[in-house]
């Protein structure tokens, strides 16, 4: 559909920004038609009524409200889920937003930093492509994958060093989660009794700490042990289904 002509509608509350992003449109990308501009929900709706766009160029905070543009978003998806949606956010640090917006349903994010919209992300939208960013929301995607992926390494090697098998995993697992060793005992996957769960415990403990660090360390100091060196990862901690 790149070269093809298609119907736009721009939604910004601020007039000079407006004025600035249809000019882009004038200039840059001639092959669209801005069919109405609305600065309020209920301006855009009501367009909506008079004829559909191919594409909805949508700024996330308007009349002060941050979360009307994901509410916009959310019902253009399910009401004309052929409408393309482009956002055009100034919510440059928002990464909460930017999430709530995606799982809404939108097309892609261009933040108005760097070199704003391009002819580039706007055809790329129209010729279907899902996820299309500017690259200041690639950099702060590409520095968090980095992160995660360093994370999950120091995990891996962390497990491989210290010689971690399922059981302990599972065992250090469910004392993060506050069960007793008769609990964990129960676990459907776990064949020991908790006198074996007791020498797990003690066998761990020598493990994961330098011989003079073992004296009285309880369950919850091993499982803080256990997170700061990566063998449990904080944001799975779930328990086993039953």
Known sequence: MGTRHFKVIIVEDAK??????????????PEAEIIGTAMTEREFWALMG????????????????????????RRLHREHPGVRVLIFTGEVLNEKLWVDVLDAGADGIILKT????????????MDGKKLVFNYPVMEKLVERFKRA????????EAVVSYDIDEYDERFLRHLALGYTKEMIANLKGMPFGVKSLEKRQAD???RLFAPGERSGVNATRLVVRALELRILDIDHLEEDEE
């Open 16 to 29: 000079l920004e407006l004025k600035g992003t249809e000019e882009i449109f004038r200039h840059e990308i």
């Open 50 to 73: 008079q004829g559909l766009p191919d594409l909805v160029l949508l700024d996330l905070g308007l009349g002060g409200s941050t979360t009307v543009g994901v509410e916009i978003c």
């Open 114 to 125: 760097g070199e704003l919209l391009t002819k580039t992300d706007v055809l790329a939208v």
């Open 149 to 156: 992926v360093a994370n999950d390494a120091k995990r891996m």
């Open 204 to 206: 761990l403990v020598n």
